[in-house]
């Protein structure tokens, strides 16, 4: 099955800083890799993503790159603020049917924005 | 309306007993699963259904049984409840290749 690795596991930036997490997964077949971004005491939410067919996509302070001959994509942040603070997930879909559509989530970044 | 609701939101229970989770979804999504969140964050997939095949992660035990008695619902049954299944347990739902919508996460403490 798929295996993903995402580092660093805790990250803390000053405010107005750029925050850069990345991610490797290690099934070629694997086609769509969202990032999730859950605050204290909430569900994950979705973010940005991002599918093998591309490989940069942007949202305003956000950003996602994919390297797809490496199995490698990564997170970008810029300008961060405070409320940027939450745990942050990457995770990847396998485009193997067998596979039930699941995702699997990296082990998460703390990231941390100080004032 | 909440997309994906579960319940309930916290469940204290004895090492021993068997409890539920109740997870039902307003999205018309064809795929539904359970993740559990440990203490340190991880977020582990136990199962998908898709309404015609239930996909099991194999270090589930079996103590673990989804159940769905429609496609909007997609309930968690667990007996014998052990110490290490403590954690907080997410209902998701997608639509086969889209985006992954969570509930609120049922607390469980097993004591």
């Known amino acids: 099955g798929e295996n993903v690795e995402q580092h660093p596991s805790t990250l803390s930036v000053q405010e107005g800083d750029s925050a850069v997490i990345k991610c490797t997964y290690s099934?070629?077949?694997?086609?769509?890799f969202p990032w999730y971004k859950q605050e204290l005491g909430k569900r994950p939410q979705l973010i940005i993503d991002?599918?093998?067919?591309?490989g940069e996509k942007k949202d305003q302070r956000i950003a996602v790159t994919l390297n797809k001959t490496a199995k490698h994509f990564s997170l970008h942040i810029t300008e961060t603020q405070p409320e940027d603070s939450a745990v942050y997930f990457c995770?990847?879909?396998?485009?193997?049917?067998?596979?039930?559509?699941?995702?699997?989530f990296g082990g998460g970044t703390r990231l941390m924005v100080k004032p | 309306d909440t997309a994906v609701s579960q319940t309930p939101k916290y469940l204290v229970t004895q090492m021993g007993n068997d409890k539920s989770i109740k997870c039902e979804q307003n999205?018309?999504?064809?795929?539904m699963y359970w993740y559990k969140q440990d203490s340190k964050k991880f977020l582990k997939i136990m199962f998908s259904?898709?309404?015609?095949?239930?996909?099991i992660n194999e270090t589930v035990p079996n103590r673990f049984s989804p159940k769905s008695p429609d496609k909007a619902h997609l309930n968690l049954h667990i007996n014998s409840l052990e110490l290490g299944d403590s954690a907080v347990y997410f209902c998701?739902?997608?639509?086969?290749?889209?985006?992954?919508?969570f509930g609120e996460g049922s607390r469980l403490t097993v004591l």
């Open positions: 998701a739902s997608s639509q086969t290749t889209g985006e992954l919508f």
């Open positions: 099934d070629s077949a694997s086609n769509y």
């Open positions: 991002i599918r093998s067919n591309v």
């Open positions: 995770a990847a879909r396998s485009g193997n049917n067998n596979a039930g559509n699941m995702l699997t």
């Open positions: 999205l018309g999504h064809d795929t």
């Open positions: 259904y898709n309404n015609k095949e239930l996909i």
